[in-house]
């Protein structure tokens, strides 16, 4: 019998929503005239990936990216749902694409299954994420949950989450929800104050922000996260805190606080190019903004464990999220979605259960991604075929340059002595003075083996990476 491999996460991008938001550079579209097809094609790609098809995928390199690019920095650009909680998460921001015609990327299921010898996919999270997947009704989400579970193993205790709009919540709703296995709720708040939701062109008010929360703890949820957007135009730290507490008032157990950027491409974009948007708070009161949140939210009994993220205790955060921020492998359904396999490294020196821990050294990764249209990813499907858009192979030295960006994310941060296992460099040592300088800035603290960015550090964390 084929052995599992240590536990991956699932992610399932469902690409509908009522109205495209003026601010979202993530792939959606408006409307659900498609949602039958694509629930018949996401099903389907699971389908695929269990009988484990290989495929050999001519791939569009994307413009943008040079060979000096940190690789760091190409996954942040390249990934919506690790940007929006690197920032998570996966889908894809939009590409400019050329086709080289010279390079074919191989996707094999057996390759990748390679990683962990003739182990197969298992999974300890899952996540829906969008687009609105609430725009699904009850029974269409159970039907995706139950075929996913037939097409593969998961864990007894695996964390199911689901993103929903506040206006799409109702009492009934909630209850059939949890009833079918989700057990953790991310509600797309964005605002308690009316104003700024009218700014944001959200379809919900701040009331029925307040009562999607309730409902969701009266159907029975235990685990709820919400997110909240700050740096509005025109927003105050002030003005921001007063939102905040309002937030805090609810008592949910996750909150996401996202730093508004503005994306080429959306309602926002052209409007400041136009002039017709009020520019956003510069850097320096961007720290602001983001100090405050911080000790605002810790003050109030939440750990802030990532740049963008605070949950009530440990065993509340984002389980899914957190294999982002440490390579562990994730697959990606549906359109835009990213999926990645490699020997995960931010684990226990030697431990019996981690892949590589007979000390040999890692070995790179592959991270692949699925068409960003509706239409071309059934077409595909349609066709027997992986709706994959592209890949790349990932080097050890690219996977290294990523496991800085993502440590300098998190107040976990890096354990040195892992990282000079798996990749040969001593970080106090290479390059030289680095390490140190950083500590006497009050931006990292060196504790035994471990480096952990401070407040000041996360505020800055991508421009740490770079130096070593």
């Known amino acids: 019998m084929t052995s599992l491999s240590p536990a991956g996460g699932l992610y399932c991008h469902i690409p509908f929503c009522d109205r495209k938001c003026p601010y979202c550079g993530f792939y959606s579209i408006a409307g659900r005239r498609l949602m039958p097809d694509f629930l018949d094609a996401i099903k389907m790609e699971a389908m695929l990936y269990q009988k484990g098809v290989t495929l050999y995928h001519d791939f569009e390199q994307h413009q943008g990216f040079s060979d000096e690019t940190p690789m760091g920095l190409r996954f942040a650009k390249g990934?919506?749902?690790?940007?929006?909680?690197?920032?998570?998460?996966?889908?894809?921001?939009?590409?400019?694409?050329?086709?080289?015609?010279?390079?074919?990327?191989?996707?094999?299921?057996?390759?990748?299954?390679?990683?962990?010898?003739?182990?197969?996919?298992?999974?300890?999270?899952?996540?829906?994420?969008?687009?609105?997947?609430?725009?699904?009704?009850?029974?269409?989400?159970?039907?995706?949950l139950l075929h996913l579970k037939s097409c593969f193993p998961f864990t007894s205790d695996a964390e199911?989450?689901?993103?929903?709009?506040?206006?799409?919540?109702?009492?009934?709703?909630?209850?059939?929800?949890?009833?079918?296995?989700?057990?953790?709720?991310?509600?797309?708040?964005?605002?308690?104050?009316?104003?700024?939701?009218?700014?944001?062109?959200r379809r919900h008010t701040a009331?029925?922000?307040?009562?999607?929360?309730?409902?969701?703890?009266?159907?029975?949820?235990?685990?709820?996260?919400?997110?909240?957007?700050?740096?509005l135009p025109g927003q105050t730290v002030e003005s921001w805190m007063d939102d905040l507490n309002k937030a805090i008032d609810m008592a949910t157990e996750h909150i996401s606080c996202y730093q508004l950027t503005i994306e080429e491409g959306t309602v926002f974009g052209r409007r400041l190019k136009q002039g017709r948007l009020t520019p956003l708070p510069d850097e320096y009161r961007g720290y602001e903004f983001f100090v405050a949140t911080s000790m605002r939210l810790e003050q109030a009994g939440y750990c802030h464990y990532e740049v963008s993220n605070f949950a009530r205790d440990k065993s509340l955060r984002s389980r899914h999220n957190i294999k982002y921020w440490r390579h562990m492998p994730y697959l990606g359904l549906g359109p835009s979605a990213h999926s990645f396999a490699g020997m995960p490294f931010l684990m226990t020196p030697k431990s019996p259960s981690s892949p590589g821990s007979s000390g040999q050294s890692f070995i790179g990764g592959k991270r692949w991604w699925n068409y960003r249209s509706v239409k071309m990813y059934c077409n595909a499907i349609k066709d027997g075929k992986f709706p994959i858009e592209g890949g790349e192979d990932l080097t050890k030295d690219a996977v290294r340059l990523e496991s800085l960006y993502f440590a300098f994310r998190t107040r976990h941060g890096l354990d040195m002595e892992i990282f000079r296992e798996k990749f040969g460099q001593d970080l106090r040592k290479e390059p030289a003075g680095v390490l140190s300088s950083l500590e006497k800035q009050g931006r990292v603290d060196v504790d035994g083996e471990r480096i952990r960015p401070t407040l000041e550090g996360m505020a800055v964390a991508d421009a740490m990476a770079p130096l070593f």
């Open 79 to 144: 990934n919506e749902n690790t940007q929006r909680r690197f920032s998570s998460e996966t889908h894809t921001k939009p590409r400019s694409t050329k086709v080289n015609e010279d390079a074919r990327w191989r996707f094999s299921i057996k390759n990748i299954k390679s990683f962990y010898g003739e182990k197969t996919w298992q999974f300890d999270t899952l996540y829906l994420g969008g687009g609105t997947p609430s725009l699904l009704n009850s029974a269409q989400i159970e039907d995706l």
């Open 160 to 201: 199911v989450t689901m993103e929903a709009n506040p206006g799409d919540l109702s009492s009934k709703y909630a209850e059939a929800l949890l009833r079918s296995g989700i057990n953790r709720l991310n509600i797309g708040i964005q605002s308690f104050d009316p104003a700024n939701l009218v700014l944001l062109c």
């Open 207 to 231: 009331e029925d922000a307040k009562d999607s929360i309730k409902m969701a703890r009266a159907a029975g949820f235990s685990n709820i996260g919400i997110d909240l957007i700050y740096g």
